[in-house]
């Protein structure tokens, strides 16, 4: 299983998984490799593929109601 944990203040936040959740044992060994990322790069490739394939009208449409905040 492979997990992206992100960079925060104090140490990686390691997002919850579906496959964490049956894990009865208290602990468990987890084998991680660390992995720089330079974030400008990553930047410029979004932008290139958003540049490559725009979005199209209605394409997340089906994600307007989660997107529209409560007043």
Do not use: C, T
């Amino acid at each position: 299983m492979i997990v992206e944990a992100q960079k925060v203040e104090n140490g990686l936040f390691i997002p919850m998984v579906d496959q964490f959740k049956d894990i009865n044992q208290d602990k468990v060994l987890v084998e991680i490799e660390l992995i720089e990322h330079n974030q400008k790069e990553l930047e410029r490739r979004h932008r290139e593929g958003y540049l490559l394939k725009p979005v199209e009208v209605g394409e997340f449409s089906d994600w307007e109601d989660e997107q529209a905040w409560p007043e």
